[in-house]
């Protein structure tokens, strides 16, 4: 006969348990233990959780009581404690303990103490650390834990290791070529582009994009070769900028703020043509591969580029020969500069409302499918709140997901979307 008076509580505050075995707590009782322990040590020999176990089932055999261990969920903080709140108190009730004896493998699991001692009075706290140097141990596991989560998120494998490798990178070509000042301002404006992208929150979608358009290169494609194409426009683009500068004579070393303005408007006025062709090349192939696949509300997106990339070249081209026009004092360029513009926007505005008219069917889905999604509550399959949908992700017309937050969840998660949105949230 056991003694019920106390009993033996093991925590996973992250549920490695169930994300490992599939098995959710509480698990109850010495041979059920022993069962999940085995489980969770075939799965992941390294696992500190393993060692917790097998200690409170020790402890449990000797003390000839029961031992319960309690998951939390990988979403360590409130979440994971209100589960470990809903387990406890369905142990408390079933066994009705004096007190407990806590059993964890670090800190961050013994920060459930409070929670423990609103239930039972706690009798002893056991930390199951491996044999070595104990301080040495925990500060092993610390890393090694922090590693793993950081391998397992995107965002924090970018800021821990992605950015810090570019830099890496970039102080050793600077420290090759002699260019460490250039190298430096470049990491700078690196770290300022990605802390503004994180800042609006649009660090996820910026890299889903890269990603996306890094995984859609293919020679299949005919947007990949008009890629190749565009890149060594551009480049025949820079000579064409330089030569103008050359051209014109003007002190390519002179720091003066009019002849690195004259240099800068040059360059624009020798490369502007090119560098157009360059984009409007790429985007013609990105234009052919979106209509193959018949997503035709990009191919509008597509056309609307075009259109406003030549707005914008034809603005700039024109501001370059007004600006050489001011320098000698002509008229004739300054009236040419506000027709080709004015007359660069109504076509842009032209084809937004004419591709809006073609492209009506699409456009109409597309509002549809946001009217559906944007607003709406949506709940993980235990029926936990997670927040209200932000942004509907669409590829065209075609509906990819949507964003809660900053979290964006796939399509292919989507549970339910009848009266409330249940979602799979992988553990």
């Known amino acids: 006969m056991r003694n019920m008076d106390k009993i033996v509580i093991c925590v996973d505050r992250d549920d490695d348990i169930k994300r490992k075995t599939g098995i959710k707590g509480p698990i109850i009782g010495i041979d059920r233990n022993i069962e999940v322990a085995n489980s969770l040590a075939l799965a992941d020999p390294e696992d500190t959780d393993v060692n917790a176990m097998f200690s409170a089932i020790k402890i449990a055999k000797e003390l000839n009581t029961e031992v319960v261990t309690l998951t939390g969920n990988k979403s360590v903080g409130v979440i994971s404690d209100m589960e470990i709140s809903r387990q406890l108190d369905e142990v408390v009730d079933k066994f009705k303990p004096e007190g407990v004896i806590l059993v964890t493998d670090g800190a961050e699991d013994e920060q459930i103490i409070p929670i423990i001692e609103s239930r039972a009075k706690i009798i002893s706290v056991k930390t199951a650390i491996v044999r070595q140097s104990q301080e040495l141990e925990r500060a092993y596991f610390k890393i090694t834990q922090f590693i793993k989560e950081v391998e397992d998120d995107a965002n924090l494998a970018r800021l821990v290791f992605g950015i810090p490798g570019l830099v890496l990178i970039l102080i050793a070509i600077g420290g090759i070529f002699g260019i460490m000042l250039l190298a430096m301002n470049i990491i700078l404006a690196i770290i300022g582009i990605y802390l503004l992208i994180k800042g609006f929150g649009y660090e996820e979608e910026f890299f889903s994009k890269a990603s996306e358009f890094i995984n859609s290169l293919s020679v299949e494609k005919v947007s990949t070769w008009t890629y190749v194409i ?10 064409y900028g330089y030569q103008e500068m050359v051209n014109r004579d003007i002190p390519i070393n002179d720091n003066t703020v009019d002849d690195e303005l004259d240099s800068a408007i040059a360059f624009i006025q020798g490369s502007i043509g090119l ?8 985007i013609i192939g990105m234009m052919i591969d979106d209509h193959r696949t018949k997503k035709y509300l990009n191919v ?10 030549v707005l914008v070249a034809i603005t700039i081209g024109s501001g370059a020969d007004y600006y050489w026009a ?20 109504m076509m842009f505005l032209f084809v937004v409302k004419f591709t809006e008219y073609m492209f009506i069917e699409e456009i109409e889905m597309k509002k549809n499918l946001e009217d559906k999604f944007r607003g709406r509550e949506v709940f993980d399959a235990d029926g936990n709140r997670i927040g209200r949908v932000s942004k509907v992700l669409l590829d065209g017309s075609d509906f990819v997901g949507f964003k809660v937050g900053r979290k964006r969840i796939l399509k292919d998660r989507i549970i339910s979307d009848k009266n409330k949105i249940i979602v799979n949230i992988p553990g």
Do not use: P, Y
């Not at 565009?230 to 000579?239: R, T």
């Not at 560098?275 to 790429?282: F, G, K």
């Not at 002509?330 to 506000?338: L, R, S, Y």
């Open 230 to 239: 565009s890149s060594l426009i551009i480049i025949l683009a820079g000579i």
């Open 275 to 282: 560098l157009l062709a360059s984009v409007v090349i790429a």
């Open 300 to 309: 509008r997106r597509d056309i609307v580029l075009i259109a406003f990339v």
């Open 326 to 345: 001011m320098r000698s004092l002509g008229q004739e360029k300054i009236a040419n500069f506000t027709i080709s513009v004015f007359i660069a926007i």
